[in-house]
């Protein structure tokens, strides 16, 4: 995968108010770091260059799964980006084996029982009470992926296996409803639908909590987001996550955040795993075929 980056930045110095232009063939772009995750490797690309009124500048984005665009950032320090680049992934078709070779599993709730028993006694035998200590930091990540593969893998499933939930996510979700496909198409490969709904399923960034509870609702007629006894702590959760992930435990400011004390993290795993044993005991007992 490469990174497109078109046009000219134009960045304002905070002090003089004095408007530099970046032109894009000052950016170099490489593969700076990644993170293994649920459905393969989460690639983060950078450019960073050296201005000699701005200071350092970067560019970043990251790409998870495969082929999708995450997230994207511009750090310009405490100037401010008038106008940015044009830029992000430049797409290429992929085959539809490349797509498919993810399996997934039966059993997404015992999975993720499992992830929050080991990583509970991970904190327990070895995290610290500051709130700045790396392990403790990983295990709060790890707990949030592990909500998102849960996501991810319950509502595939679910949903390969309704043919009245996949057909609802094609009614209903936009970009599935404008997919057009001519009958020798489908006559020359007959899972066509399937592939592409999956393709849609395994597109989707699963901490997106309103996204996700749209295709629950319409595929399975549950709203997540009612079960949830604190909204506003998984939101933020979420949010921490990415400062951890893509920041090293630092907010967009460079002010590094010393919230995850033990106490913290623990009390955050304890909320995303009854958050998930409402969604599973919800999804469980729905009327396949019916809402």
């Known amino acids: 995968m490469e990174v497109y980056c078109k046009g000219t930045a134009h960045i304002r110095h905070k002090t003089t108010g ?3 232009d970046i032109e894009n063939d000052e950016l170099d772009w490489d ?3 990644g993170d293994e995750r649920q459905m393969g490797p989460e690639v983060h690309y950078e450019a960073t260059i050296e201005h000699p009124e ?3 500048l970067t560019w970043g984005l990251w790409e998870y799964p495969v082929g999708i665009e995450n997230c994207r950032e511009t750090n310009v320090g405490p100037h401010e980006v008038i106008e940015d680049f044009d830029y992000g992934l430049e797409h290429s078709e992929l085959e539809p084996d490349e797509w498919l070779d993810y399996t997934v599993p039966d ?3 015992t999975i993720f029982m499992d992830s929050y028993h080991h990583t509970g006694d991970l904190l327990a ?3 610290k009470d500051a709130g700045g200590y790396l392990l403790n930091r990983m295990v709060f990540s790890h707990q949030v992926t592990a909500l998102e593969a849960y996501l991810g893998d319950t509502l595939m499933k679910e949903v390969i296996a309704d043919t009245g939930a996949m057909q609802r ?3 209903q979700d936009d970009d599935l409803a404008k997919e057009k496909f001519t009958l020798a198409e489908i006559s020359k490969e ?3 639908v399937e592939r592409k709904v999956r393709e849609h399923l395994r597109s989707i960034l699963y901490h997106n909590l309103a996204k996700v509870e749209f295709l629950y609702n319409i595929a399975l007629g549950v709203r997540i987001l009612t079960l949830a006894s604190d909204k506003k702590s998984l939101f933020k959760a979420v949010l921490l996550r990415h400062d951890c992930v893509h920041r090293n435990g630092f907010d967009k400011d460079g002010n590094e955040l010393k919230v995850f ?3 913290f993290v623990q009390n955050t795993a304890d909320l995303i795993k009854a958050f998930v044993e409402d969604i599973e005991k919800a999804v469980q007992a729905r009327s396949p075929g019916e809402l």
């Open 107 to 109: 059993n997404p709730f």
């Open 190 to 192: 007959p899972g066509l």
């Open 261 to 263: 004390t033990k106490t």
């Open 169 to 171: 996510l094609i009614d």
């Open 18 to 20: 004095e408007i530099y």
């Open 125 to 127: 035998d070895h995290g």
């Open 31 to 33: 593969a700076v770091g």
């Open 54 to 56: 701005l200071g350092g």
